[in-house]
């Protein structure tokens, strides 16, 4: 452990697929184990602590529910296991989640919520003081993952994708289901009764959804130049913001990553298997189900203009092209939920 002269901790520590790495949790910083799965942490850094236990053979689920008294960040360093680490953050207030120099804002009020990391990337946390910090985290071998999208995508692009030399690197919104599930996850005890066979049912589904996501988007980054994948995920960073606006263009993306468009435009398929205008609408699709669904909302109007449709009608068009129905077909009104919670 390190102490920066603003008095910042600075703690740099291992991930892997066994329990082996939280002992530089004990060692360095003063946590210890309640048991084999709950580890808590010293008063005087933080109240709380965190779960982690093997939901089925690589998949690994590990809940870091804190709050911190000291200023903090912790630095996963690179990995040589053939694994990824999905992050989902629904903490209180916005937390810092940091890779390859990039840094997303996530957090329950963070427009971006989700990331997928290669453990093969280092990646830097620094949560919010006084403050709840809610992370679930799902610890995925590529094998598990090749086992599953093998039923649904073509084993040769499954191949090329998630292969031991490929860097898996996105972040997105929670899906509105995950969502779901990690709220009522959060407020239970880790010493209730029913709390491992509740954590256990999150993960799977998560990462259930997550595999459904996958099949989908197909979001990887392969082999490529560092700075060139970084500079191409500032700007995918960007889009993932505008979300709720009209696309920015790909000049204006290819400005963002300091790119000519002709190379942006390839490295962007080559990362993200599509163009940033389809990989756009995409993403803003899946928030507008959300939206639909939520209950926020009390006319698809609002929903359309929400997301910077001016006429409901190529909203709702667009909406029954991707899902196969209209978006009033899934909509729950502010209404009905306050009847069904009443």
Known sequence: METSSKNS???SHTVTMDTDWRQDFIEKLGAKYLNQRQLVFPE???SGGSYLMEVIPG???LVVDLTFHQSISFTKVASSGDFCIAYYDISDQISIHKVNDTKNKVGYHSKLGMG???AGLSSTYIPPISERMYSFRLLISKQLLHKHLGNIVPESIVEKTYAKKNTIYFYSHIDSRTRVLLL????????DSSYELFLKGAALQAFGSLIERL???KFVVGKLSEFDVQQVVNSQIYLMEQLLEKFPGTE????IACMSVTKYTRLFKKIYKCNPNSFFLSEKLLLAKEMVRSGQFNTIYEVAYALGYSKSDYFSAIYKKRYGVLPNEDFVSSSNRKEATA
């Not at 009522?184 to 010493?191: I, S």
């Open 9 to 11: 901790i600075q703690f």
């Open 184 to 191: 009522k996850l959060k407020d239970r005890q880790y010493e």
């Open 252 to 255: 204006k993306l290819a400005e």
């Open 44 to 46: 005087n850094l933080a």
């Open 59 to 61: 998949l690994t689920v």
């Open 116 to 118: 997928l990391v290669d």
């Open 215 to 217: 099949s989908q988007q």
